[in-house]
Protein backbone atom coordinates (compact mmCIF):
# COMPACT_ATOMS: atom_id res chain seq x y z
CA UNK A 1 0.00 0.00 0.00
CA UNK A 2 1.31 3.35 -0.70
CA UNK A 3 1.53 6.09 1.66
CA UNK A 4 3.60 7.87 4.93
CA UNK A 5 4.71 6.14 7.98
CA UNK A 6 6.01 8.33 10.83
CA UNK A 7 8.12 6.51 13.77
CA UNK A 8 7.18 6.12 16.58
CA UNK A 9 3.71 6.78 17.33
CA UNK A 10 4.21 8.25 20.90
CA UNK A 11 7.82 9.67 22.27
CA UNK A 12 9.46 10.43 25.25
CA UNK A 13 12.07 12.78 26.04
CA UNK A 14 14.27 13.49 28.25
CA UNK A 15 14.78 17.79 28.98
CA UNK A 16 18.30 18.93 27.29
CA UNK A 17 17.87 15.92 25.04
CA UNK A 18 17.94 15.87 21.50
CA UNK A 19 15.25 13.42 19.39
CA UNK A 20 14.85 12.37 15.99
CA UNK A 21 11.03 12.09 14.14
CA UNK A 22 10.61 9.37 11.32
CA UNK A 23 9.30 10.19 8.16
CA UNK A 24 8.77 8.16 4.89
CA UNK A 25 6.65 8.27 1.91
CA UNK A 26 6.47 6.04 -1.13
CA UNK A 27 3.69 8.11 -2.88
CA UNK A 28 6.92 9.14 -5.33
CA UNK A 29 6.12 12.47 -4.15
CA UNK A 30 8.57 15.73 -4.50
CA UNK A 31 7.78 18.15 -2.09
CA UNK A 32 7.36 16.84 1.92
CA UNK A 33 6.36 18.78 5.27
CA UNK A 34 6.67 18.69 8.95
CA UNK A 35 4.19 20.50 11.23
CA UNK A 36 3.53 21.18 14.42
CA UNK A 37 0.23 20.47 16.25
CA UNK A 38 -0.50 22.30 19.65
CA UNK A 39 -4.23 20.71 21.43
CA UNK A 40 -7.06 22.27 20.03
CA UNK A 41 -4.85 24.42 17.48
CA UNK A 42 -4.39 24.29 13.69
CA UNK A 43 -1.14 22.83 11.76
CA UNK A 44 1.69 25.30 12.06
CA UNK A 45 4.79 24.18 9.44
CA UNK A 46 8.31 23.48 10.48
CA UNK A 47 10.39 23.29 7.79
CA UNK A 48 9.82 22.16 4.40
CA UNK A 49 11.38 20.15 1.10
CA UNK A 50 10.70 20.32 -2.07
CA UNK A 51 13.49 18.60 -3.36
CA UNK A 52 16.26 16.27 -2.51
CA UNK A 53 19.26 17.94 -0.35
CA UNK A 54 17.22 21.25 -0.05
CA UNK A 55 15.13 22.43 2.46
CA UNK A 56 13.35 25.75 3.81
CA UNK A 57 12.19 27.43 7.13
CA UNK A 58 8.27 27.20 7.29
CA UNK A 59 6.86 29.75 10.39
CA UNK A 60 8.46 28.22 13.64
CA UNK A 61 11.72 26.31 12.36
CA UNK A 62 13.84 27.19 15.37
CA UNK A 63 15.07 24.58 17.40
CA UNK A 64 14.55 21.98 14.72
CA UNK A 65 16.52 20.66 12.22
CA UNK A 66 15.80 18.36 9.18
CA UNK A 67 17.40 16.78 6.06
CA UNK A 68 16.60 15.05 2.85
CA UNK A 69 19.22 12.94 1.92
CA UNK A 70 16.40 10.65 0.14
CA UNK A 71 13.35 11.48 -2.01
CA UNK A 72 11.37 8.84 0.34
CA UNK A 73 12.73 10.24 3.70
CA UNK A 74 12.63 13.41 5.60
CA UNK A 75 13.64 12.83 9.22
CA UNK A 76 12.94 15.46 11.91
CA UNK A 77 15.39 16.51 14.68
CA UNK A 78 13.56 18.16 17.87
CA UNK A 79 16.79 19.65 19.49
CA UNK A 80 17.20 21.27 22.95
CA UNK A 81 17.11 24.37 22.10
CA UNK A 82 13.03 24.14 20.91
CA UNK A 83 11.95 25.54 24.37
CA UNK A 84 8.51 23.96 24.22
CA UNK A 85 8.65 20.86 22.40
CA UNK A 86 6.02 18.82 23.72
CA UNK A 87 3.05 18.37 20.81
CA UNK A 88 1.85 16.64 18.43
CA UNK A 89 4.37 15.99 14.99
CA UNK A 90 2.81 15.61 11.74
CA UNK A 91 4.52 15.01 8.25
CA UNK A 92 2.84 15.37 5.15
CA UNK A 93 4.24 15.12 1.53
CA UNK A 94 3.00 16.22 -2.12
CA UNK A 95 3.44 15.79 -5.94
CA UNK A 96 4.94 19.18 -7.28
CA UNK A 97 3.08 19.58 -11.03
CA UNK A 98 2.29 22.94 -12.84
CA UNK A 99 -1.65 22.42 -11.09
CA UNK A 100 -2.35 22.36 -7.38
CA UNK A 101 -2.10 19.39 -5.52
CA UNK A 102 -2.89 18.05 -1.92
CA UNK A 103 -1.25 17.13 1.10
CA UNK A 104 -1.26 13.73 2.05
CA UNK A 105 -0.55 12.79 5.98
CA UNK A 106 0.85 10.58 8.00
CA UNK A 107 -0.23 9.31 11.81
CA UNK A 108 1.38 11.68 13.42
CA UNK A 109 4.35 11.43 16.64
CA UNK A 110 3.03 12.50 19.81
CA UNK A 111 5.91 13.93 21.50
CA UNK A 112 6.08 14.41 25.77
CA UNK A 113 8.90 16.31 27.05
CA UNK A 114 9.49 14.68 30.81
CA UNK B 1 -0.58 38.95 8.51
CA UNK B 2 -2.26 36.58 6.69
CA UNK B 3 -4.35 34.51 8.52
CA UNK B 4 -6.88 31.54 8.04
CA UNK B 5 -9.61 31.54 10.58
CA UNK B 6 -12.68 29.67 11.39
CA UNK B 7 -16.33 31.36 12.72
CA UNK B 8 -17.73 28.62 15.00
CA UNK B 9 -15.42 26.61 16.67
CA UNK B 10 -17.81 23.60 17.86
CA UNK B 11 -20.86 22.67 15.64
CA UNK B 12 -23.06 20.30 17.11
CA UNK B 13 -25.58 18.85 14.65
CA UNK B 14 -28.47 15.94 14.72
CA UNK B 15 -27.78 12.65 12.74
CA UNK B 16 -29.31 12.78 9.67
CA UNK B 17 -29.40 16.56 9.45
CA UNK B 18 -26.75 18.96 7.26
CA UNK B 19 -23.26 20.55 8.61
CA UNK B 20 -22.26 23.39 7.32
CA UNK B 21 -18.61 24.57 8.00
CA UNK B 22 -17.31 27.67 7.54
CA UNK B 23 -14.12 30.01 7.16
CA UNK B 24 -12.50 33.07 6.36
CA UNK B 25 -9.41 33.80 4.89
CA UNK B 26 -7.75 37.49 4.35
CA UNK B 27 -4.80 36.60 2.22
CA UNK B 28 -5.91 37.69 -1.77
CA UNK B 29 -3.29 35.96 -3.53
CA UNK B 30 -4.60 32.45 -2.29
CA UNK B 31 -6.14 30.50 -5.80
CA UNK B 32 -6.15 27.39 -3.97
CA UNK B 33 -8.42 25.85 -1.23
CA UNK B 34 -8.63 22.76 0.33
CA UNK B 35 -10.88 21.15 3.61
CA UNK B 36 -9.31 18.23 5.76
CA UNK B 37 -10.78 16.24 8.19
CA UNK B 38 -8.76 15.30 11.16
CA UNK B 39 -10.22 12.48 13.56
CA UNK B 40 -8.39 12.41 17.57
CA UNK B 41 -5.57 11.19 17.47
CA UNK B 42 -4.77 10.79 13.58
CA UNK B 43 -3.45 12.49 10.62
CA UNK B 44 -5.41 15.12 8.77
CA UNK B 45 -7.36 13.17 5.88
CA UNK B 46 -8.15 15.29 2.44
CA UNK B 47 -11.80 15.76 1.75
CA UNK B 48 -12.40 18.41 -0.52
CA UNK B 49 -10.05 21.12 -2.40
CA UNK B 50 -11.31 24.03 -5.18
CA UNK B 51 -9.30 26.33 -7.16
CA UNK B 52 -10.00 30.43 -7.24
CA UNK B 53 -11.60 29.86 -10.73
CA UNK B 54 -14.38 28.16 -9.02
CA UNK B 55 -16.91 28.88 -6.78
CA UNK B 56 -18.37 25.59 -5.83
CA UNK B 57 -17.24 21.69 -6.32
CA UNK B 58 -18.89 18.47 -5.32
CA UNK B 59 -18.02 15.39 -4.06
CA UNK B 60 -19.29 12.48 -2.13
CA UNK B 61 -21.80 13.93 0.21
CA UNK B 62 -19.43 17.33 0.69
CA UNK B 63 -20.05 20.41 -1.47
CA UNK B 64 -17.23 23.15 -1.22
CA UNK B 65 -18.35 26.88 -1.91
CA UNK B 66 -15.87 29.51 -2.34
CA UNK B 67 -16.94 33.14 -2.14
CA UNK B 68 -13.86 35.47 -3.55
CA UNK B 69 -15.84 38.89 -3.01
CA UNK B 70 -15.79 38.47 0.79
CA UNK B 71 -13.17 35.85 1.27
CA UNK B 72 -15.29 33.03 2.40
CA UNK B 73 -15.42 29.38 2.32
CA UNK B 74 -17.83 26.87 3.44
CA UNK B 75 -18.14 23.06 3.81
CA UNK B 76 -21.49 21.37 3.48
CA UNK B 77 -22.18 17.89 4.35
CA UNK B 78 -25.00 16.15 3.41
CA UNK B 79 -27.05 13.90 6.08
CA UNK B 80 -23.95 14.36 8.81
CA UNK B 81 -23.22 10.59 10.31
CA UNK B 82 -21.45 9.52 13.35
CA UNK B 83 -18.46 9.12 11.68
CA UNK B 84 -18.31 12.66 10.66
CA UNK B 85 -17.88 13.81 13.91
CA UNK B 86 -13.98 14.98 13.74
CA UNK B 87 -12.03 18.39 13.72
CA UNK B 88 -12.17 20.03 10.30
CA UNK B 89 -9.62 22.61 9.08
CA UNK B 90 -9.69 24.51 5.98
CA UNK B 91 -6.36 25.76 4.73
CA UNK B 92 -5.54 27.85 1.64
CA UNK B 93 -2.56 28.03 -0.14
CA UNK B 94 -0.11 30.86 0.27
CA UNK B 95 0.06 33.10 -2.71
CA UNK B 96 1.14 31.66 -5.94
CA UNK B 97 3.48 29.12 -3.98
CA UNK B 98 0.70 26.07 -4.24
CA UNK B 99 2.48 23.68 -2.24
CA UNK B 100 2.56 26.06 1.29
CA UNK B 101 -0.17 25.60 2.79
CA UNK B 102 -1.65 28.22 6.08
CA UNK B 103 -4.13 26.24 8.12
CA UNK B 104 -7.28 27.90 10.09
CA UNK B 105 -7.25 26.80 13.90
CA UNK B 106 -10.60 23.97 13.09
CA UNK B 107 -13.81 23.46 13.84
CA UNK B 108 -14.92 20.63 15.94
CA UNK B 109 -18.31 18.55 14.25
CA UNK B 110 -20.25 17.03 16.93
CA UNK B 111 -23.08 14.21 15.63
CA UNK B 112 -25.76 13.62 18.09
CA UNK B 113 -27.15 10.19 17.44
Known amino acids: DGGITQSPKYLFRKEGQNVTLSCEQN?????MYWYRQDPGQGLRLIYY???????QKGDIAEGYSVSREKKESFPLTVTSAQKNPTAFYLC?????????????FGPGTRLTVL | GESVGLHLPTLSVQEGDNSIINCAYSNSASDYFIWYKQESGKGPQFIID?????DKRQGQRVTVLLNKTVKHLSLQIAATQPGDSAVYFC????????????FGSGTRLLVRP
Open chain 1, 49 to 55: SQIVNDF
Open chain 2, 91 to 102: AENEGDSSYKLI
Open chain 1, 27 to 31: LNHDA
Open chain 1, 92 to 104: ASSKITLDYNEQF
Open chain 2, 50 to 54: IRSNM
